[in-house]
Structures are given as structure tokens and as C-alpha cells.
């Protein structure tokens, strides 16, 4: 074993921030700058996502060799997701596109596996809650820049890019920040906070409903968490409830044109929402069923981009469209057996939580994941296109498993020294004096 001293583990935190703060501004601005269509690009920077994310494992195996138990769990997670587009390989017209795909899973897996490693970091916490409250800010005053005109662009020259950005962004602005002066809290604090409110502001002058939507079912599940977190069998139908959902809107937005009052339903969210019901979606997905049908078993591959089916609907629709929806972008390219092992992979990660989803930073990442589900049902980000929303979304997960991980350690080096069978939550800001013990509940 190698003793790495923590002198030499700041140097290489500080490094692991530099170039993960480049990366992320380069692929949240990949087509401004001619990247997007570059596939000589794309490896180029997926070689240096991997490069970002060796750096904290790299670190980690070095102090301790044997990686921790939930990193191989939430590794082994991802596995039915990628063999899911190995058949397709079989058949593809461009084997690289499904190689690039296994590959871009692999490298979210490394990067939350990394993470973990630094989850109990001040100095990223802290760097990421200022990221986060620049990067809200800096659109703002592009936008202002700009002439203030509406819908609000901003910064990315998208309405909805930054909106869906902060959604799961949410995590790191709530998070507490300790072991740095009284006054950088409060003023950081105060940031967060009117970082949080410009962020529900700016997802209404950009008009994206779905992150707006996101953000008060995120405020629902929160003052709900009680209630859904009582019992184990509770907390795992909830989960359950969010699939179903996810279903349910597909099938929902997918029957919208066939509705008779299809008029009166369009004329009355215009009324409320100021916007008509029409997104694309109601005409995109009934057309990605129907291919889905066709091949539902393995898909159709990842190399068959979902504009393929629009030619000769009779809709005038480009061919550079997204499904709009990660269960049918993903049903699309590896068929059941794909969507199967997203919902795995979504469902192995809150079952991990489940032992201390009343841990405030767990808590909050199993409620953004369940905002993240329905997030998914409205676009694609989760493991594919927008790559630097899936770094953030992973980044939450790596944070609560690292949380995870670190409880799960405390619990079983209390037991081995005969000290009790748990260990003392951390204080409670709403229950300053609780002093009862946690106790991970049993599955």
C-alpha cells in the first residue's frame, strides 16, 4: 500500500477541478465552436474524460488497492446497459457509433466511481457550488447583454441548456459547506440561495416548461420525503411509481394527435402556460413506437439515428430531431433489453441509497434522481448526447454513494470495536438537538 500524503492528494484535487471545469465548458459549448460534428473531436474528448476521471482512482487505488465495495456494485450496475448494444454490433452499418456508446457508459461509471473518492471534500464542494452560482449568473448578465430578449438564450445560445443544467445542479447548492471560515459560509450561503432562485427564474423566461416542472416536483418530493422514505417497502414503490410514470407520459404525449379534444386541451395549456401543447413530441414518439415495435427486442443500433423514421411520416420534421426521451432513445438502440438495463442501472443506484436515505446528502440525491427520471422522460442526458449533463447527473450519484460508502465504514468499524451497532447522524440543521442514533435499515 502507498501512503499518499495530503499535500499531494490537494495537488491532485485541484488538478482533478481545473481540467474537469475546461471540460465541461467545452462540450456545454461543442456546437458554438464546430466540435459537435467533428468526430475526430469526440474521441478527443472522451480520451480526456477518461484522463479527468482516472485522476481520483487512479489516487484511490493507490492509497488503497482493493476498490470499495459499492464502487464495484454501481460498476457491475452498468453492465446489462452496455451488453444491451453488444448484438447490434452484429448488424450495424457503423460498429463504431455502439462502440463509442459502450464506451461513453464506461467512462460515466469511472467518472462517478472517481467522485466518490472526493465526495467528502470541502474544497470541491466549494468549488462547485461556485461554479455552479457563476455559471448562473455569467448567463444571466449574457442575457441582459443581449437586449434582454425573450425566450432567454443567454450564455449557451439555448433556452433550456442551462435550466436542465441547474436541475440536478440543485444538489451541490444545498449541500453544507464546513471546515472554511464562518464568513466564506455565510456569503457562500447566500450565493446558493439566490443562485437557487435565479435558476427557477431563468427556466421561465426561457420558457422550459420541463425543467421548471422538475424543479417543483423536486420541491414536492422533498416536503413528501418523510412520508415516502417511513418504510423500506415505501421508499422502493416510490421508485417503482416513477417507471410507471415514465410509461405513462409516453403513452400519454404519444395519443395527444388522436384525441378528439385534442383542440380544446391545446387551447387551454395555452391559457395557463402562455405556450400551446405542441413540443415535437406528439408527433416524434408515436413514430419511434412504431420502429421500436418493428425490432423490440435488440433495436435497431446506435448507429440509427431516431430522424431516420421521419422521412415519409408527412410531418415536416428534421432528421437531426432527438427522441426527446432516454426510455425510447435507448429502446430504440438496444430494444427491451436495453431499457431493462437502464431501469437496472437507475434502480441499483436507489436501492444503494435506501440504507440512509434519511442522511441529508443522500436524501437529497435520491430525490433528484427520482426529479431525474422524469427529467429523462422530456430529453436525453442521462448516459448519452449531452455529455456534460450526464457528468453533472453522475457527479450527484458519485457524491451520495461516496456518502454512502463512508457510512457503511463508520457502521462496521463501530461493530468490530463493540462501540454500538451504529453510528451518530450528522447534526440536523431542523433538529438541533437530535441525538438518537442511525441505523441503516435492513432490506
Known amino acids: 500500500m502507498i501512503v499518499l500524503n495530503d499535500s499531494l492528494k490537494y495537488k491532485v484535487l485541484r488538478v482533478f477541478l481545473l481540467v474537469s471545469t475546461v471540460f465541461l465548458f467545452i462540450t456545454m459549448n461543442m456546437e458554438h465552436i464546430g466540435l459537435r460534428s467533428n ?18 482512482v487512479l489516487l484511490d487505488y493507490l492509497q488503497y488497492p482493493v476498490m470499495s465495495r459499492t464502487a464495484w456494485l454501481l460498476l457491475l450496475a452498468f453492465v446489462p446497459l452496455m451488453a444491451a448494444y453488444v448484438p447490434t454490433l452484429l448488424t450495424a452499418g457503423d460498429k463504431m457509433v455502439i462502440i463509442q456508446r459502450i464506451a461513453q457508459l464506461m467512462l460515466l461509471a469511472i467518472w462517478a466511481i472517481g467522485v466518490m473518492r472526493m465526495a467528502r471534500s470541502n474544497l470541491l464542494v466549494l468549488f462547485l457550488q461556485w461554479f455552479f452560482i457563476l455559471l448562473v449568473f455569467s448567463n444571466f448578465a449574457a442575457w441582459l447583454a443581449q437586449g434582454a430578449r425573450m425566450p432567454m438564450l443567454g450564455l449557451f445560445g439555448k433556452k433550456n441548456m442551462l435550466p436542465y443544467i441547474m436541475v440536478p445542479s ?21 450565493a446558493c440561495w439566490s443562485a437557487l432562485f435565479m435558476t427557477f427564474i431563468t427556466a421561465m423566461l426561457a420558457s422550459a416548461r420541463v425543467a421548471a416542472l422538475c424543479y417543483i416536483f423536486t420541491i414536492m418530493a422533498y416536503m413528501a420525503w418523510p412520508i415516502i422514505s417511513k418504510t ?8 417503482m411509481t416513477m417507471f410507471f410514470g415514465a410509461l405513462f407520459i409516453i ?34 414518439w408515436p413514430l419511434l413506437l412504431l420502429a421500436i415495435s418493428q425490432k423490440p427486442l435488440f433495436g435497431w443500433g446506435a448507429d440509427v439515428r431516431p430522424g431516420t423514421f421521419f422521412v415519409g411520416s408527412g410531418h415536416d420534421l428534421s432528421q437531426d430531431y432527438s427522441a426527446h426521451n432516454l426510455f425510447l432513445q435507448v429502446g430504440l438502440d438496444a430494444g427491451l433489453f436495453g431499457v431493462l438495463g437502464l431501469l437496472f442501472l437507475i434502480w441499483r443506484i436507489w436501492v444503494l441509497y435506501m440504507p440512509w436515505r434519511h442522511m441529508f ?10 426529479a431525474n427520471v422524469l427529467q429523462q422522460s422530456f430529453g436525453v442526458s442521462m448516459t448519452q448526447s449531452n455529455m456534460y449533463m450526464a457528468i453533472i447527473i453522475w457527479s450527484v450519484i458519485g457524491f451520495a454513494l461516496g456518502e454512502v460508502e463512508r457510512l457503511n465504514k463508520s457502521t462496521q468499524k463501530h461493530r468490530f470495536l463493540g462501540l454500538g451497532r451504529g453510528i451518530r447522524p450528522e447534526q440536523n440543521p431542523h433538529q438541533p438537538n437530535n441525538t438518537t442514533t442511525n441505523q441503516p435499515e435492513q432490506n
Do not use: C, W
Not at 474528448?45 to 485522476?55: E, G, P
Not at 447548492?173 to 464568513?183: A, D, E, F
Not at 446528502?361 to 427520482?370: E, F, K, Q, T, Y
Open 39 to 56: 468526430p475526430s473531436a469526440k474521441v478527443m474528448l472522451m480520451a480526456a474524460l477518461l484522463a479527468i476521471a482516472a485522476i481520483p
Open 170 to 190: 440543485i444538489y451541490f447548492l444545498l449541500l453544507p459547506t464546513t471546515g472554511v471560515s464562518l464568513k466564506i459560509t455565510r456569503i457562500t450561503r447566500l
Open 232 to 239: 423500506a417497502l415505501r421508499y422502493k414503490a416510490t421508485m
Open 251 to 284: 403513452v400519454i404525449i404519444a395519443s395527444l394527435m388522436a384525441l378528439q379534444n385534442f383542440s380544446l386541451i391545446d387551447d387551454l395549456t395555452t391559457q395557463v402556460t402562455g405556450r400551446n401543447i405542441h413540443s415535437g413530441r406528439e408527433t416524434i
Open 361 to 370: 446528502r443522500v436524501r437529497l440525491a435520491a430525490i433528484l434522481l427520482l
